[in-house]
């Protein structure tokens, strides 16, 4: 067999980078801002906490307390508001997390036993991932998440325990998510015989966790999407009925098994699924550490019993992920193969990339193959809205974050995601007409946004609802010169909906 020169390795990594840095360059520069919701709402939360409202949402008619999220990032977030609002300004954020969590990766793959070069090429391949360069590049908590992650778990390498609790606690406070990365890295610290470390780590990373928990029981709001009720219909243990949970946890374990593939080339099926439980248990067999896979599987589990798919969610750790498979690749003895193996794999990944970018003119870097909205549509509806709506006006949209912060006028959803029936049902997203006329007028909601919304699994469904409330003369549509057909602004002319 021919041998790859270092020398030309050397020179193939280095376009490999500089390819993945040139998506990043492309996908942050799109101009697009509150179009994923979750991104939205960070960016309401955040201007709130530097107007000096406090930690609220207050798009919303009547605005509550922010207890959904962790404050951390929403925080550091209106540091940059106030600043500027430009939306190159702001995505900054998360893009410079995730140059830090990647560059962290690579000390902390190091730390475990892997070269230089094969660190670079397992980091490169999560950096190249679809998943990855959407969240770096638009505003969301995961990169901050996945920075101070890899963080706390160097400073537990290097025997820091305060430090690495400080940082753990951190992460809790970005994303809940961070409780597996506690009680994985106390459970470490017990088996190694370490008592008086875990008591020290334990102890820091629960004084800055423990006031966030008690301040959102505290301010506890009924409303449904925007309070911690949402955490309790949001995972399977507390949100579902018996032959439901049995029906989303098979789903979830085809999901997470899948989710390498469907990270890097989109193929999410069964065959995905078992080829990576086979390459797992290899894997395991061949080579196994203590840290990180412990908190790899306390975190996957975790996952399992979340509503939904976790390919968002296992982004953050997925360098270390594909670790687990790494350490056993280089055990074989063709070195050349298993690299050039690895390089094809980025090329694919970054064609992937590549083929995303083609919708990035006017939207932003999507999470998935749908195409995103077209950020000129949209804001040549929201102009329309700012200079022909009264400042007091409510408006109802998937989006509404968005529209709060595009228009100044208040917003609401109007429907509560069902996302048993979104993920696991096909065609099940329901969006009851009746229930959204319901909301509607309960806010007094004047005017009523349909977006096409392509990466949302209840957009469809909220359509029907519309266009049913349309047909039953709650709603007429409104005039906005220059629009395309499937952006639409629609009044409300009603006060009652008809079954």
Not at 8 to 16: D, Q
Not at 251 to 276: C, E, K, Q, R
Request: with cysteine; aromatic share 12%.
């Amino acid at each position: 067999m021919t041998r790859i020169s270092p020398q030309a390795v050397r020179w193939i990594l280095i376009t490999a980078i500089a390819a993945v840095a040139a998506i990043y360059v492309a996908a942050w520069l799109a101009p697009a801002i509150g179009l994923y919701h979750d991104d939205g709402v960070y960016l309401v939360t955040a201007k709130a906490i530097a107007s000096g409202q406090g930690y609220v949402v207050n798009s919303l008619p009547t605005p509550v307390p922010q207890t959904k999220y962790p404050p951390l990032f929403p925080v550091l977030l209106a540091l940059f508001t106030l600043v500027s609002g430009n939306p190159q300004w702001l995505k900054l954020l998360p893009l410079l997390c995730t140059a830090g969590w990647l560059f962290l990766s690579w000390r902390l793959l190091m730390r475990f036993g892997a070269s230089g070069g094969s660190a670079a090429l397992v980091v490169l391949l999560a950096a190249a991932s679809p998943g990855t360069v959407f969240l770096g590049t638009n505003l969301m908590s995961e990169p901050l998440f996945a920075l101070l992650t890899v963080a706390a778990m160097l400073a537990l390498l290097n025997d820091r325990a305060a430090l690495a609790g400080i940082l753990a606690g951190l992460a809790t406070l970005t994303r809940t998510a961070g409780i597996p990365l506690i009680a994985a890295s106390a459970l470490t610290l017990l088996l190694y015989g370490r008592f008086r470390r875990a008591v020290t780590f334990t102890g820091a990373a629960m004084l800055l966790v423990a006031p966030w928990f008690g301040w959102s029981l505290a301010r506890a709001t009924p409303q449904s999407y925007y309070g911690r009720a949402a955490y309790a219909a949001g995972n399977i243990i507390t949100g579902l009925d018996a032959n439901d949970k049995v029906l989303a946890l098979l789903n979830n374990v085809m999901y997470l098994f899948a989710s390498p593939w469907s990270m890097l080339t989109g193929i999410h099926d069964l065959w995905a699924a078992l080829s990576t439980l086979a390459i797992l248990i290899w894997s395991l067999w061949r080579r196994r550490q203590l840290v990180p896979d412990l908190f790899i599987g306390l975190y996957c589990l975790m996952l399992l019993f979340w509503l939904g798919p976790p390919q968002r969610f296992l982004t953050p750790v997925f360098p270390l992920v594909l670790w687990i498979f790494w350490r056993a690749l280089r055990t074989i003895q063709r070195r050349e193969a298993v690299t050039a193996i690895i390089l094809i794999l980025v090329a694919m990944v970054v064609r992937v990339d590549y083929k995303r970018l083609r919708m990035l003119p006017h939207g932003q870097f999507p999470s998935s193959d749908r195409e995103p909205n077209d950020w000129r549509e949209m804001d040549r509806l929201f102009a329309w809205i700012r200079t022909n709506t009264p400042p007091d006006a409510v408006i109802a949209g998937n989006l509404d974050p968005a529209i709060y912060l595009q228009t100044g006028r208040k917003a609401i959803r109007g429907f509560v995601p069902d996302f048993f029936k979104s993920f696991y049902l096909p065609g099940g997203a329901t969006v009851a007409p009746d229930l959204l006329a319901a909301a509607i007028f309960a806010e007094n909601a004047s005017y009523v946004v349909l977006t096409p919304d392509r990466d949302f699994a209840e957009s469809a469904a909220y359509h029907r609802s519309v266009q049913a409330l349309e047909r039953n003369g709650v709603i007429e549509p409104v005039a906005v010169p220059g629009l395309s057909s499937e952006y639409r602004l629609l009044r409300v002319i009603a006060t009652g909906f008809r079954r």
